[in-house]
């Protein structure tokens, strides 16, 4: 994070760059931190809060299912499963989901199914193809997948069966895989969220899934941070007409309730059996409840609209303000997936942005990153771009590229 960060605690561990204050409450689009002072919420709790914050649907809705039943065990059916299942498959085309609790369990998850699809087809040592700049996660498989040094830095051996590709560059995928019969999926974000809002083009989608198809290889789409409406459509890839045959969830599935899923299609929907997979608080009523509905209150209040529709506004306007400027390479990404690229570092941009009411991230060192919830209204996106643009030509004004 940015160099104006505050060490931890002195009980917690020193994991994160943490900005120097703490929020306590939040309604709609805005929060409080414990000295009251009010900020407009850019960030979304990195793209989670899809309804935002204190929602008057989903807050009574979450207090009627915790006096009902918060877990049980897997042991046991949980009837929350079946109808949360039910409609994301209904959305995306798949057939079945499992259920963990966060974005890199759900790769774990489409790693292992990957891994066993290629067993079960006699290949002894699968390989996934990942991509450049990718981001699956922090456990020791998906930080191998992820294509960035400072994650892995400090965690090797990395675990091994990874083949690491360009995006958006077929050609160089079908060198990168030529002749090896080893090769088991390819598995990549549709627009790269913490690699710094990098959009795979929807034409090399299309090429890919047509590659996947050809070879008997599974397509593996890191939904985790694009999907869930933040694009305008429930999954990024729907824009390119595709459909993948694993699809890890999480973030944004269970509007601040952790929660992750791995929805499949046909070809990997029956890889795994009773004892290849599972996990404790995977799938419980709580977050079950919490899915089902932020996908009912999204349906009803029309958020994929409003993300397609605000998201544009905003894009438009960062780009009128913001896109001719020296030191503004790039304004991109899709409904409510925002990136502004610089030319120079710009973590202390998070700090300014912050003392003037505004909650944001700086990713990829350079990229400034917009993931508000989806209930932002065009007022609050004027809002956001009237507080960032002031700050961004200052920034560009006294630093150096
Ligand atoms: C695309 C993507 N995949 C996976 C993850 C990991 O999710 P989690 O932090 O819930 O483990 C993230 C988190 O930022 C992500 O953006």
Redesign the pocket.
């Known amino acids: 994070m940015s160099s104006n960060a505050q060490p931890s605690s002195p009980h917690v561990m020193n994991t994160y760059g943490r900005l120097p204050i703490a929020l306590s409450h939040g309604q709609g689009c805005r929060v409080w931190d414990t000295n009251g002072k009010a900020y407009l919420d850019g960030l979304g709790g990195?793209a989670v809060n899809t309804l935002g914050h204190n929602h008057p649907e989903l807050v009574p809705a979450l207090q009627d299912q915790i006096t009902k039943i918060i877990h049980s065990s897997n042991y046991y059916h949980v009837p929350g499963q079946e109808t949360l299942a039910a409609k994301l498959t209904e959305l995306s085309g798949l057939t079945n989901a499992f259920f963990c609790c966060?974005?890199?369990?759900a790769?774990e998850a489409a790693l292992k199914l990957a891994r066993k699809f290629g067993h079960d087809r006699g290949i002894e040592r699968p390989e996934i193809v990942v991509y450049e700049a990718a981001?699956?996660?922090?456990s020791i498989a998906?930080l191998s997948a992820t294509g960035n040094p400072k994650v892995q830095a400090g965690f090797g051996p990395l675990v091994e069966g990874f083949i690491r590709v360009p995006l958006n560059d077929i050609e160089a995928l079908k060198k990168a895989t030529e002749g090896n019969p080893n090769v088991v999926a390819v598995f990549f974000?549709t627009i790269q969220?913490?690699g710094g809002i990098n959009p795979m083009r929807w034409d090399y989608l299309r090429q890919v899934r047509q590659l996947c198809d050809e070879r008997d290889w599974l397509m593996m789409i890191?939904e985790?941070?694009c999907g869930m409406g933040r694009t305008g459509k429930w999954f990024a890839h729907q824009w390119a007409g595709i459909k993948p045959d694993v699809m890890?969830l999480?973030?944004g599935l269970g509007s601040g309730v952790p929660i992750?899923a791995v929805v499949a299609g046909p070809k990997a929907a029956n890889i795994f059996g009773p004892g290849n997979h599972g996990t404790t608080f995977g799938g419980n009523p709580l977050a079950m409840r919490a899915g089902i509905e932020t996908i009912r209150i999204m349906e009803e209040h029309k958020l994929l609209e409003n993300a397609d529709k605000v998201g544009s506004h905003l894009k438009e306007s960062l780009q009128r303000e913001l896109g001719s400027l020296p030191g503004v390479k790039e304004v991109r990404g899709q409904g409510l997936m925002l990136g502004i690229e610089l030319d120079r570092p710009c973590g202390a941009i998070l700090q300014r942005a912050c003392d003037a009411g505004l909650l944001l991230s700086v990713t990829a060192d350079s990229v400034i990153r917009l993931v508000p919830p989806l209930v932002l209204s065009q007022a609050e996106a004027d809002e956001i771009v009237a507080i960032l643009v002031p700050i961004v030509k200052s920034f560009l004004a006294e630093s150096k590229a």
Do not use: C, S
């Open positions: 990195i966060t974005g890199l369990e790769n981001f699956h996660g922090r998906t974000e969220g913490e890191d985790v941070q890890p999480a973030k992750g």
